[in-house]
């Protein structure tokens, strides 16, 4: 659990989530939004990428696709967040990135990492409203 809080706090020093801070011995008060811009922010970074990528992607890109993401996760449905890796470990694992509701495999990628962001979302979503239902 440390190390889980260590990792929270550090995307919170990248910026992740976008929110003001509101000094010390001050509790937080997070947006669902918020939440799920953490979730793909740890999501990259299980996927290889650096803390500092992540927090960019979950900051920039996300911005743009995360709501389609929620109402994917809302009905059910696969929204997949994929890179596609170059063989060189020296390459930056962010080029490739991309994001879809049409889960495939493209003909012309022979690696690609993907994540179903939507599930992921569904089961923050699940355990939310388990910890909300345990608080009544």
Do not use: C
Not at 1 to 12: D, G, N, S, Y
């Amino acid at each position: 659990m440390a190390a889980f809080r260590a990792k929270l706090r550090h995307l919170r020093n990248l910026g992740v989530p976008p929110i003001a801070r509101p000094g010390s011995g001050r509790q937080v008060a997070y947006q669902q939004s918020d939440v799920y811009r953490i979730l793909v922010a740890l999501e990259l970074e299980i996927l290889g990428f650096t803390p500092k990528t992540a927090a960019s992607a979950a900051l920039g890109v996300a911005s743009f696709w995360l709501p389609e993401a929620e109402k994917a996760a809302k009905n059910g449905k696969p929204f997949q967040l994929r890179s596609y890796p170059k063989f060189s470990l020296r390459q930056n694992l962010s080029d490739g990135l991309s994001w879809t509701s049409k889960p495939s495999f493209p003909k012309d990628a022979h690696r690609l990492i993907s994540i179903d962001i939507a599930k992921s979302i569904r089961a923050v979503d699940d355990w939310l409203e388990k910890l909300a239902a345990n608080k009544s």
